[in-house]
């Protein structure tokens, strides 16, 4: 009887409290311009290079409503475990940006044109993390020389790893520069940020 009237009570603070799809983990995207000064009022226009040697603007890419775009701490010896879990974490729930008519890019920073070969390092982490992924789902672009990461101001150490979610006009709606490599937002609150903007 006691664990009934435990069951229904749970069940009304439950329903009184609001049950969100998604869990807030407490962290917090900012508005861009609280978040840092940007240089680039559009950020479609930024220039990356392809697996394959080819410049990509974003605008090349774009196809739905918002582009979340990942840019990863790069090459630095290797590729760093937060890199490695982050991306695979959105390997495999790529699908949940589909309800919000989003979609994921990520930015894989290097020094120079000789280090964009270590594109296949990441790759390989995020197919054979600890959790598999049998693919990748979105685009991996490089940033050779750093040239969108000084542009952004995000250089240290190559990238502060960061994360922006941009609209279809190339503008950022939110932003999240993490202040080490291993502050980054998670998908959970990514797409808490979408919902927000959707609604």
């Known amino acids: 009887m006691v ?8 069940f009304f603070l439950l329903s009184m ?3 969100s799809r998604l869990p807030d ?7 861009v311009s609280q978040s840092q000064s940007i240089t680039i009022d559009d950020f479609s226009t930024l220039l990356f290079t ?8 974003l605008d090349d890419i774009m196809t739905r409503d918002y582009l979340v775009l990942v840019i990863t701490r790069g090459w630095y010896g290797g590729v760093c475990f937060y ?19 989003a979609q994921l890019a990520v930015i894989f920073p290097t020094e120079s044109s000789e280090d964009s070969g270590k594109i296949e390092e990441l790759n390989g982490r995020i197919k054979n993390g600890q959790i598999p992924n049998e693919s990748i789902p ?10 969108s990461v000084d542009q952004l101001g995000i250089r240290a150490d190559l990238a502060k790893p960061s994360t922006y979610i941009i609209d ?8 999240y520069v ?11 609150s990514v797409l808490k940020q979408l919902a927000q903007l959707g609604g």
């Open 3 to 10: 664990t009934v009237r435990f069951g229904v009570i749970f």
């Open 17 to 19: 409290s609001g049950c």
């Open 25 to 31: 983990d407490g962290i917090q995207f900012t508005d």
């Open 50 to 57: 392809d697996t394959e040697g080819n410049e990509v603007k």
């Open 83 to 101: 890199c490695a879990s982050q991306t695979s974490r959105w390997a495999r729930r790529f699908d949940e940006l589909e309800p919000y008519d």
């Open 138 to 147: 979105y685009p991996i672009l490089l940033d050779i020389n750093l040239s």
């Open 168 to 175: 279809r006009e190339g503008r950022v709606r939110f932003a």
């Open 178 to 188: 993490g202040e080490s490599i291993a502050d980054r937002p998670t998908v959970d």
